[in-house]
């Protein structure tokens, strides 16, 4: 394979699955496993309408239970592949593969997982990537290992050679190293041709400071979906104000500007005392479909037309995710699409 060819797909061209792994007792869902079940299961009964699903599982048990849960909710169960490993936790978007493809070739870029610089232990799902590798479920695809964190929720590309970052959470992995320094590992390798920095915009109850995944999203045709706040009295207001002028300033390759769909911002979830970062950015791209979270809000009909105007030609799924936020993250956190002709 020639590097130079190389390119990180935007989420919406053709994907072959969404990879997810299953919550049980031994992750931090235990406390309240049912609930967030529920989220999985219409999760993957939403995926498996447009495209089929791997689902990672920790062992031979928790397959049958997580089966026997999905094909009582109608799931395609012919769309599904299990694959039994250890891991620590459920959030694949950080720690599963950032697939670079050079036609019908493929690289699994495999980046340092710390657990969002070294809150929670990671051992495991550092070695997850490694694992599907060896259980065969990519194929002759290539497998690069890079020394450096970095998690799939942090970037966004355009397909086009466009990466979309936020200073806040690269500096705080790398907080002995320039944007300019870290500008070039991200082009180096993820082949990308640009950097964009977002320093304005962040969630209170999220803990991956600032995943540009919560925040703001490319689109086709040079769209820009972010998360807006339109409550003044609300304390991120200035904040999301502040990454709207950011965006707004921003310009294509072409140099020209990219077109704006600001979403609306859901109530304050308040669990036990703790706002909970209940994100609309946080929306995955399937097959022909977006799957878009809805925390039982009045704003969750708005935001789904909204993203759905941004995708032209896509169907719009909502999937409940109220019980995702407890653990500070939301749908695109739980999941990692894989382009078409990988698996």
């Known amino acids: 394979m020639t590097d130079s060819n190389l390119r990180l797909p935007a989420e919406w061209e053709p994907q ?3 990879l997810i792994a299953w919550p049980h007792a031994g992750t931090d869902w235990a406390e309240r496993l049912d609930a967030v079940e529920s989220t999985y299961v219409a999760l993957a009964a939403a ?7 791997i689902i990672v599982v920790a062992d031979e048990t928790l397959r049958a239970h997580a089966a026997a849960k999905l094909k009582s909710a109608g799931a395609d169960l012919t769309r599904i592949r299990f694959v039994p490993l250890p891991y620590d936790d459920t959030w694949l978007r950080d720690s599963g593969p950032i697939t670079l493809r050079d036609g019908h070739r493929f690289q699994l870029t495999d ?3 710390t657990g969002w610089g070294g ?13 599907l590798v060896d259980a065969g479920v990519f194929g ?3 497998h690069k290992r890079i020394d450096w964190a970095l998690e799939g929720g942090g970037i966004e590309s355009d397909g086009a050679g466009t990466v979309l970052t936020t200073w806040r959470c690269l500096v705080q992995r790398h907080p002995e190293q320039s944007r300019e320094e870290m500008s070039a590992i991200l082009r180096d390798s993820l082949h990308a041709k640009r950097v964009l920095w977002l320093d304005a915009g962040y969630l209170e109850g999220d803990d991956t400071d600032a995943h540009i995944d919560t925040l703001a999203r490319f689109a086709p045709g ?3 979906v972010y998360q807006a706040c339109d409550d003044t009295a609300d304390a991120h207001h200035d904040e999301l104000q502040r990454m709207g ?5 921003l310009r294509t390759m072409d140099g020209k500007s990219y077109t704006l769909y600001p979403l609306p911002w859901a109530k304050p979830v308040i669990d036990e005392g703790r706002r909970l970062a209940a994100s609309y950015a946080n929306y995955l791209i399937v097959n022909g479909a977006l799957l878009v979270p809805a925390y039982g809000d009045a704003a969750d009909d708005e935001a789904a037309r909204i993203i759905g105007e941004a995708h032209p030609g896509h169907t719009v799924v909502q999937v409940p995710c109220r019980p995702l936020i407890w653990q500070n993250g939301s749908l695109h956190c739980i999941t990692m699409q ?4 990988l698996i």
């Open 16 to 18: 072959a699955a969404v």
């Open 47 to 53: 995926v498996t309408r447009f495209q089929p699903l």
């Open 111 to 113: 980046f340092r997982f």
């Open 119 to 131: 809150k929670f232990g990671a051992e495991q799902d550092d070695a997850l990537i490694a694992g």
């Open 140 to 142: 002759s695809a290539a």
């Open 222 to 224: 040079d769209r820009i």
């Open 245 to 249: 002028v950011e965006l707004a300033a």
């Open 338 to 341: 894989l382009p078409a002709g």
